[in-house]
């Protein structure tokens, strides 16, 4: 059976989030508020689009390819946040980063949830957070151990999902 045409609010959402992914990052340079906003937006229309199939029925499967859109717009704004939190507001990077990774594991867990079973979302926000890992256990082991503890709460998601 051939796979149903995707709803327009799907179109819509990735024709958004990607738009704004383009924009937010040079718009951010000079204006961090303003740029992040522009990624809330961004990360919105990606989850509105991921979100979308899995509101149709047993018969419409969420998209994998979609997950793993929203989980880097996921990632990317809540960067995004850290950066603002440390620019704007002239909080400590270390403070900014853990604020930002417990966003991002509580966030992560409950859009996994609800998405169900693909688990593209969820694969690209850990895979991301491996990267945090890797490039802070020498500079910063707070952050470092906040983002494996952050993995954990994501799998556990992952896990309850899958099962």
């Known amino acids: 059976m051939p796979a149903p045409p ?3 609010l799907e179109i819509l959402g990735v ?13 951010f340079e000079t204006q961090p ?4 906003l522009l990624a809330t937006l961004m990360l919105s ?12 029925g047993q018969n419409h ?15 990317a704004t809540c960067a995004a946040f850290a950066s603002l939190l440390e620019r704007s507001l002239g909080t400590s990077d270390t403070l900014a980063a853990l604020v930002s990774l417990l966003i991002l594991a509580v966030a992560a867990a409950n859009i996994q949830l609800h998405l169900g079973s693909p ?20 500079t910063d082991a707070s952050v470092a151990t906040a983002a494996a503890l952050s ?6 998601a992952l ?4 099962t």
């Not at 229309?45 to 149709?56: K, P, S, V």
């Not at 499967?61 to 990632?75: D, E, N, Q, V, Y």
């Not at 688990?119 to 020498?138: E, K, N, P, Q």
């Open 6 to 8: 995707a709803p327009m």
């Open 15 to 27: 024709t958004i989030g990607l738009l704004t992914a383009a924009i937010f990052p040079w718009i």
């Open 33 to 36: 508020v303003n740029g992040f």
């Open 45 to 56: 229309a990606m989850l509105a689009a991921a979100l979308t199939r899995g509101c149709l």
């Open 61 to 75: 499967r969420s998209s994998t390819s979609l997950g793993i859109l929203a989980g880097w717009a996921m990632l």
């Open 119 to 138: 688990f593209g979302f969820s694969v690209t926000v850990i895979w991301g957070m491996l990267g945090l890992i890797v490039a802070t256990i020498g």
């Open 151 to 156: 993995i954990t709460f994501v799998g556990v």
């Open 159 to 162: 896990v309850r999902v899958s």
